[in-house]
């Protein structure tokens, strides 16, 4: 069968079956949507739009979608069946992260005069520590498409309390912050108790970040999202 034939294939199947064109979206084998996997868990794509530490739309992010490996998404879905159970779910921030989206973060890094969403993100500290201090590097793991930033939300309430916002650049956004209340710290537990259970490591300056332990890639993917 040609690819023009497969593709006409693909196409009727959508058309007869309601299936979304983007399910059959160009991603590299290994890869798929989030949402095809697993479409009870919320998504907001910062990087998609301005509401975020660079203060823009960020290269590499052409619509609000998620994107992960197989393997990542599938070990989420379990994550998220396993907090239904505890009155919780998932709400999920950023996942693959194109290079060019890396490189941006360092550029903007690199600008001094761009101080427009310091008191917002990273009131504390000077943006020139950003990249040597843990928080923004020119190599991200969120590149191999297997890392996710989120966050928890009760079920039928919203996101939970857990003591900063995503992206919050500061030493209040650690695991085990001081910091922060008893609650929003047993919050940040909750979330990281359930995704050590689904195979996530996590990143202890980042309450937000995790890391699947047996990522099927070590090289960093520079495809958009779209």
């Given at each position: 069968?040609?690819?023009?034939?497969r593709?006409?294939r693909?196409?009727?199947?959508?058309?007869?079956f309601?299936?979304?064109?983007?399910?059959?979206a160009d991603l590299?084998?290994g890869?798929v949507?989030?949402?095809n996997?697993d479409?009870?868990i919320?998504?907001?794509?910062r990087?998609?739009?301005s509401?975020n530490f660079?203060?823009?739309k960020v290269d590499?992010?052409q619509?609000?979608?998620i994107?992960?490996?197989?393997r990542?998404?599938?070990?989420?879905?379990?994550?998220?069946?396993d907090?239904?159970?505890?009155?919780?779910?998932?709400?999920?921030f950023d996942a693959?992260?194109?290079?060019?989206?890396?490189?941006?973060?360092?550029?903007w890094?690199r600008?001094?005069n761009?101080?427009?969403?310091?008191?917002?993100?990273?009131?504390d500290?000077?943006k020139?520590?950003?990249?040597?201090g843990?928080y923004?590097?020119?190599?991200?793991?969120?590149?191999?498409?297997s890392?996710?930033?989120?966050?928890?939300?009760?079920?039928?309430?919203?996101e939970v309390?857990?003591?900063?916002?995503?992206?919050y650049?500061?030493?209040?956004?650690?695991?085990?912050?001081?910091q922060?209340?008893p609650?929003?710290?047993?919050?940040r537990?909750?979330?990281?108790s359930?995704?050590?259970?689904?195979?996530?490591?996590s990143?202890?300056?980042?309450?937000w970040?995790?890391s699947?332990r047996?990522?099927?890639?070590?090289?960093a993917?520079d495809?958009?999202v779209?």
């Amino acid at each position: 069968m040609t690819s023009l034939s497969r593709l006409k294939r693909f196409l009727c199947l959508a058309l007869l079956f309601s299936i979304p064109l983007t399910a059959f979206a160009d991603l590299p084998e290994g890869f798929v949507y989030l949402k095809n996997v697993d479409a009870t868990i919320e998504t907001d794509v910062r990087y998609a739009t301005s509401s975020n530490f660079v203060g823009k739309k960020v290269d590499g992010y052409q619509a609000k979608k998620i994107i992960l490996t197989r393997r990542a998404a599938e070990a989420l879905k379990k994550v998220q069946a396993d907090l239904k159970t505890q009155g919780y779910a998932l709400k999920v921030f950023d996942a693959y992260r194109p290079q060019r989206a890396v490189n941006h973060f360092m550029r903007w890094v690199r600008d001094r005069n761009d101080q427009k969403t310091k008191s917002k993100y990273y009131p504390d500290i000077e943006k020139s520590t950003l990249a040597g201090g843990g928080y923004i590097s020119g190599r991200s793991s969120h590149s191999r498409g297997s890392t996710v930033d989120l966050t928890l939300v009760k079920l039928g309430k919203g996101e939970v309390d857990m003591g900063t916002k995503f992206d919050y650049f500061g030493p209040e956004s650690s695991h085990n912050s001081s910091q922060v209340t008893p609650a929003q710290r047993a919050n940040r537990q909750r979330l990281r108790s359930a995704m050590s259970r689904g195979g996530f490591a996590s990143y202890h300056k980042e309450w937000w970040h995790y890391s699947l332990r047996n990522t099927p890639f070590s090289q960093a993917f520079d495809f958009p999202v779209k």
